[in-house]
Nanobody, 113 residues
Framework: EVQLVESGGGLVQPGGSLRLSCAVSGFTFSNSAMSWVRQAPGKGLEWVSSIYSHSDNTYYTDSVKGRFTISTDKAKNTLYLQMNSLKPEDTAVYYC??????WGQGTQVTVSS
């Protein structure tokens, strides 16, 4: 059974940083597309970033470019999202996704003073 478990969310002040983790079990993502997707209160899902494990190419939505960094640790089968210079508009539940099929349960990120 494939499982994705996110962690690392929390409450942070504007300008602060958080690192989200997504531990994958039941599947080795050595040849997968891994993504972070978020959902702000009262809004739909928004794609944030993707990384393709076979090439390590990364992609970001414009609003997070230069602030967020997606990465993987293949030995640990874990996906990360380093989030710096956080803004209130980054407040959302963040989900990791594998190959557009498998989803984690989400982790809440709240940016507020």
């Amino acid at each position: 059974e494939v499982q994705l478990v996110e962690s690392g969310g929390g409450l942070v002040q504007p300008g602060g940083s958080l690192r989200l983790s997504c531990a994958v079990s039941g599947f080795t993502f050595s040849n997968s597309a891994m993504s972070w997707v978020r959902q702000a209160p009262g809004k739909g899902l928004e794609w944030v970033s993707s990384i393709y494990s076979h090439s390590d190419n990364t992609y970001y939505t414009d609003s997070v470019k230069g602030r967020f960094t997606i990465s993987t640790d293949k030995a640990k089968n874990t996906l990360y999202l380093q989030m710096n210079s956080l803004k209130p508009e980054d407040t959302a539940v963040y989900y990791c996704n594998m190959n557009g099929v498998y989803w984690g349960q989400g982790t809440q990120v709240t940016v507020s003073s």
